[in-house]
């Protein structure tokens, strides 16, 4: 079996960039993502993300206990999501 390879993006706009090339070909299998990143938020890179049809589990960190952010990360992953809390 070989290592997974992890694969970084410098904002949203080029995670999102990354997600659409790599359609069909490469399996990503998780995203580990910030809510407040340059150029495409971490909500707006998963609204673009299910508008395309792209199922890839994200996992949001953040530094923010914003209850509407969680609340609208939920409602466009249609209730999937999960809240953990981590201290």
Do not use: W
Not at 24 to 41: F, R, S, V, W, Y
Not at 51 to 57: K, L, M, Q, V
Request: glycine content about 10%.
């Amino acid at each position: 079996e070989t290592a997974g390879e992890i694969v970084t993006a410098r904002n949203g706009e080029d995670a999102l960039s990354i997600l659409m090339n790599a359609k069909g070909e490469t399996t990503i299998d998780a995203i580990l993502c910030d809510i407040q990143m340059p150029k495409l938020n971490g909500l707006d890179l998963l609204e673009k993300m299910r508008h395309e049809r792209i199922p890839t589990p994200l996992i949001f960190l953040s530094a923010y206990g914003d209850r509407g952010r969680l609340i609208r990360a939920l409602q466009l992953d249609e209730g999937r999501g999960r809240r953990r809390r981590i201290y």
